[in-house]
């Protein structure tokens, strides 16, 4: 059985990712009181469907607080990336998290702009980006 509908292209792109965690540092933790985890990252591979990044700094980076058992919770949430040099906003559900490697997986449910995703894809898969 084929896990992806895409192939998955290898690109390397910055974005700010931001998740909904409500509930998910217990109740009345400021620092993330509006319930939103933001975080920088780098992508590790894209495609019409999905993409992977590695988080290279957030609050929950591996020495602080980002344990397997916090990976785990970050499974099935919502996420927007913003891809801003790209000009582009993805939206989907983490699927898959590593804290060892800080590896995230993500199916996209919507993006900004398809024409530009797919142009970015395009791009990746020519050697432009």
Not at 69 to 72: F, K, P
Not at 93 to 110: F, G, Q, S, Y
């Given at each position: 059985m084929e896990r992806r509908s895409f192939p998955r292209i290898p690109v390397q792109m910055h974005a700010r990712i931001e998740m909904t965690v409500h509930g998910f540092f217990?109740?009345?933790?400021?620092?993330?009181?509006?319930?939103?985890?933001?975080?920088?990252?780098?992508?590790?591979?894209?495609?019409?469907?999905?993409?992977?990044?590695?988080?290279?700094?957030?609050?929950?980076?591996?020495?602080?607080s980002f344990s397997p058992?916090?990976?785990?919770l970050l499974v099935g949430r919502d996420i927007t990336a913003l891809f801003k040099d790209e000009r582009?906003?993805?939206?989907?559900?983490?699927?898959?998290?590593?804290?060892?490697?800080?590896?995230?997986?993500?199916?996209?449910?919507?993006?900004?702009?398809?024409?530009r995703w797919r142009e970015l894809c395009s791009q990746a898969i020519t050697g432009i980006i």
């Open positions: 217990g109740q009345n933790d400021p620092s993330h009181e509006h319930g939103v985890f933001s975080c920088m990252v780098t992508s590790i591979d894209i495609s019409l469907g999905g993409f992977s990044v590695r988080i290279l700094h957030s609050p929950l980076d591996t020495g602080m058992a916090l990976a785990y582009v906003t993805v939206e989907g559900k983490v699927v898959r998290v590593d804290p060892e490697t800080m590896l995230m997986a993500v199916v996209i449910t919507r993006v900004s702009d398809i024409d």
